[in-house]
């Protein structure tokens, strides 16, 4: 009664309801956990870091029973929560690592994959702990092996560095993840179903959708094992991309005060350390950002309180635009300060906007709607 309990517990911990994201057109997502006893040790994860980030996570613990149950439950957390924290697949390892590391006194491991797949630019972006590598089809081809160097497993040692590494996908990819309960499933005569007939069976499932391909592969392994008794847990997940997120600008309002500039300079410094944009281009644009709001802070609303409206959207340039509906004002109408005039001699204001634009690419303002729009550019990738 309390193992029946504790499975029911185990797999209520699982995504269980599909289509798992109704309302997400752009990937199709299936996963299963067949335990061989009554609770298991394997888990399936997958979920939104963010409306852009999708992350997918597969491991396999030592041992079974309701030790690995647990050991298990705790993993899981750790990883989902140090994912929504902002770390990336292998920063994530790191720390979950270290924490299953201390007070380890039985000895217990994982192996783990784990993913995340950017709906916009395509990217997956990964870490694997020891575990088996998936399997990545393109469109128009068969099922192959990502050919990658697993780290260490999860709980062994302390302070280990996780590799990652990135593979752009397509519409019409897709990538298979599993466990060794599938390659090491036994028939009668003590055979294996290896991972050369898995990734036979997966060729012949070649266009099947993620929930069909799974189940079609499960199916085979009985057909392989014939009704012998299933000695550990298989457990399996299948991602199909379909088309990528069409992308939106991110944007944050708030007053307009001195006092909310390091939460507009957060925002920015989210937004362009998530696009990778290089950390010289990131301090640059920080400083121009800072100039404008502060601008903002001191022409918009001389007399009053008012809001600030910043919106920033990334493709190969980085794009801010902020809005206000305070007094008319357009800074680039500024002349320029005469730089061969001593700081002392030199009258007040005009060196920020002066800077703004030697930092940035581009600067752009009007007046629409009785709103002051100013709008700065950075290219920011393909820089060579």
């Known amino acids: 009664m309390e193992l029946s309990i504790a499975a029911e517990i185990q797999a209520s911990m699982l995504p269980y309801k599909f289509p798992a994201f109704p309302h997400r057109t752009e990937f199709e997502i299936y996963a299963t956990m067949l335990p061989a006893k009554e609770i298991g040790g394997d888990f399936y994860d997958f979920f939104l870091i963010d409306d852009e980030n999708l992350a997918i996570v597969i491991a396999d613990i030592s041992g079974k029973g309701i030790p690995a149950a647990m050991y298990m439950s705790i993993t899981k957390t750790l990883i989902k929560n140090n994912a929504r924290s902002g770390k990336s697949p292998g920063e994530v390892f790191e720390t979950v690592n270290n924490t299953l590391c201390e007070n380890n006194d039985t000895g217990m491991f994982v192996t783990a994959f784990m993913a995340y797949y950017n709906t916009i630019s395509g990217t997956l972006l990964f870490s694997n702990a020891g575990h088996n590598p998936p399997f990545l089809k393109k469109k128009g081809k068969s099922y192959e092996i990502i050919k990658i160097d697993p780290c260490l497993v999860l709980g062994c040692m302390e302070d280990i560095a996780y590799n990652e590494e990135v593979i752009n996908l397509e519409s019409g990819d897709a990538i298979y993840l599993y466990t060794d309960?599938?390659?090491?499933?036994?028939?009668?005569?003590?055979?294996?179903?290896?991972?050369?007939?898995?990734?036979?069976?997966?060729?012949?499932?070649?266009?099947?959708?993620?929930?069909?391909?799974?189940?079609?592969?499960?199916?085979?392994?009985?057909?392989?094992?014939?009704?012998?008794?299933?000695?550990?847990?298989?457990?399996?997940?299948?991602?199909?991309?379909?088309?990528?997120?069409?992308?939106?600008?991110?944007?944050?309002?708030?007053?307009?005060?001195?006092?909310?500039?390091?939460?507009?300079?957060?925002?920015?410094?989210?937004?362009?350390?998530?696009?990778?944009?290089?950390?010289?281009?990131?301090?640059?644009?920080?400083?121009?950002?800072?100039?404008?709001?502060?601008?903002?802070?001191?022409?918009?609303?001389?007399?009053?309180?008012?809001?600030?409206?910043?919106?920033?959207?990334?493709?190969?340039?980085?794009?801010?635009?902020?809005?206000?509906?305070?007094?008319?004002?357009?800074?680039?109408?500024?002349?320029?300060?005469?730089?061969?005039?001593?700081?002392?001699?030199?009258?007040?204001?005009?060196?920020?906007?002066?800077?703004?634009?030697?930092?940035?690419?581009?600067?752009?303002?009007?007046?629409?709607?009785?709103?002051?729009?100013?709008?700065?550019?950075?290219?920011?990738?393909?820089?060579?």
Request: negative net charge; aromatic residues 6%.
């Open 181 to 384: 309960g599938i390659t090491e499933a036994m028939n009668k005569s003590r055979e294996l179903f290896t991972t050369e007939r898995l990734h036979k069976t997966l060729c012949k499932l070649n266009e099947h959708k993620p929930k069909d391909l799974i189940n079609e592969v499960k199916h085979e392994i009985d057909r392989f094992v014939d009704g012998e008794e299933q000695a550990d847990d298989i457990t399996m997940l299948s991602l199909a991309i379909n088309h990528f997120t069409e992308p939106k600008p991110k944007e944050i309002i708030l007053e307009a005060g001195v006092e909310y500039l390091g939460e507009v300079l957060s925002f920015i410094g989210t937004e362009l350390k998530r696009h990778n944009c290089p950390l010289v281009l990131q301090n640059n644009i920080n400083l121009a950002v800072e100039e404008v709001f502060i601008n903002i802070v001191n022409y918009a609303y001389p007399e009053s309180k008012g809001k600030a409206k910043i919106s920033i959207f990334i493709e190969e340039d980085a794009v801010i635009r902020f809005e206000d509906s305070g007094l008319p004002y357009n800074p680039i109408e500024q002349e320029e300060p005469d730089l061969n005039i001593s700081p002392e001699d030199r009258e007040i204001g005009g060196f920020g906007v002066f800077l703004v634009k030697q930092l940035m690419d581009k600067v752009e303002y009007e007046r629409v709607d009785d709103k002051n729009i100013l709008i700065i550019t950075k290219k920011i990738k393909n820089l060579q």
